[in-house]
């Protein structure tokens, strides 16, 4: 099935190494993005318009910042709602309200169009290696014709239910991403300032009960120096976060574990690190602990 075309609207951090995972897989991709040389850097085909992209391709891929600009670029005169015609599959690899998507993917049943939600796990380095983690919800036979597509870009792909159900399980992942690194950061923090050496702090928290995807995969490299720069943005971050108290209040679950990630990554904002990887949040609360940095060249 190689042979077929993929549209790709939204070739940032993450849609532009999926992107280019698919072309190393000898798959034709039509991409736009607002940056105008973001295609061309990628090494896609570009095209002039979300509206070429949909026209171009039966399936059309997104990756795009929040709810708010997927909303724009479906509902949108000339989006893809407007351009799209039946049969197609767009699929929604954004972190989104999942109430939005359901929505959306609504909408575009009207025309035949199926929307598929599939949350993307594994950051910048998985989408780079082609291993990322998908958690897909929507119709299943539009899945079903998905396969090829995933291929070169997952390494584990899981069905999680209908519209929407990928999309929530990815907010549920990434509270509890949000909530490891805030407070993984403000115990490394505090490690430093007790005059603790960290590595050694972090060889005792990964074979303890304190372990977590922070201190096994981020810390290790931070304390060297290494910022994993490239991966999810502060802003971004306090966007899932955003989204996960949303998708909570509706399910009248109450968040007893919200503020502390809401605060921690609007601090960072707050201090100018909203728009540089999520992991300089550590920063942030350095910052305010007295300048305190966990690597010192
Ligand atoms: P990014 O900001 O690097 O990329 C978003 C891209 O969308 C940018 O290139 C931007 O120019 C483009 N864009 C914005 N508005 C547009 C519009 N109206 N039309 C076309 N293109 C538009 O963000 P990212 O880190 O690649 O994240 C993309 C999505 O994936 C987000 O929803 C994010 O939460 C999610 N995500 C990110 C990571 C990560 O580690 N970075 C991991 C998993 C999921």
Known sequence: MSDQRIGFIGLGNMGGRMARCLLDAGIEVVGYDADDKAAQRIGVTPAPSIAEVVGAADIVLMSLPDSHIVEKVVEGSDGVLDAGRSGQIVVDLSTASASSTKRLAA????????????????????????????????????????????????????????????????????FLNAVSLAATSEVMVAGKKAGLDLHKLLEVLNSSSGVNFATLNRFPKIVDGDYLEGGLTSKLMTKDVVLYGDLVHELGVSSMNISGPMASFGLATALGYGDVISNRVVDAIGDIAGGIRLYES
Do not use: C, F, Q
């Open 107 to 174: 909408r575009l049943a009207e025309k035949d169009m199926a929307y598929v939600d599939a949350g993307v796990s594994g950051g910048a380095a998985a989408a780079e290696r082609g291993a990322l983690t998908l958690m897909v919800g929507g119709d299943p036979a539009a899945i079903e014709r998905l396969g090829w597509v995933w291929e070169p870009i997952a390494k584990s792909v899981v069905v999680m239910g209908d519209s929407g159900a990928g999309h929530t399980t990815k907010l549920l992942n990434n």
